[in-house]
């Protein structure tokens, strides 16, 4: 598969989605407009050879539409968590994720036999799993897995060798951002279904033992 057909392809069917009504299970704690404000900015930034540092010969450069995407996380941290105790949880979480990227990713550099799904499949995965364990804000486990991606970029760029190059916000680096993105959604999904249906088989026992004592 080539580069960023996976990650334009979760992005179109995540936005007709939203736009069909499926906001209140997909992304219940963000806001629309500013939404698709920061997707039309990234979709404009993304063609353009927009890198720092412009040094062809640097080990690692990002792109600015990476630098939109933190911004925005950096911006829903800050609003959507009133406490700084809160912050610096959020903040310790994303440190926790990176690290677990960037480990997983040098891990697969050396030999990608051993996986779970796939060598490009199993570090989304993980990040997913721990962002919904970390918090349980869709807007919290976006902010997590952006600010996670781009650190664990950072520390796979240390432990990679001198003559590899890491490129914040190549095709490839969205891919794996979009199934992480993507994986958080449908985890978070089932475990507001599988909290649902336990909600309800609760009031149908108590109804039940009520009306059999009474």
Sequence with gaps: MNPGFLSIWIALIIMILLFTGWKSLLAPDFNKKLSLLVIAIIAVCLPLPL???????????????????????????????????????????????????????????????????????????????????????SVGQFTLIAWGSFIGSLIYCMLAGASQQVLIGAWSWWDELALALLFAAVIRIVLAAAAGIKNKISAFWFNNRRGGTA
């Excluded at 609003?79 to 040098?106: C, D, N, P």
């Excluded at 030999?111 to 997913?128: E, K, R, S, T, V």
């Design 51 to 137: 890198w720092w540092p412009n040094i062809s010969a640097a080990k690692w450069q990002i792109h600015a539409s990476v630098v939109v995407l933190l911004a925005a996380a950096a911006l829903s941290l800050y609003f959507q968590a009133e406490k700084w105790s809160t912050r610096s949880y959020l903040i310790t979480a994303a440190v926790i994720i990176g690290a677990a990227w960037g480990l997983m990713r040098k891990m697969y550099s050396f030999d990608p036999i051993y996986h779970w799904l796939g060598p490009m499949w199993d570090a989304p995965l993980l990040a997913a799993l721990l962002s919904c364990m970390f918090s349980k804000s």
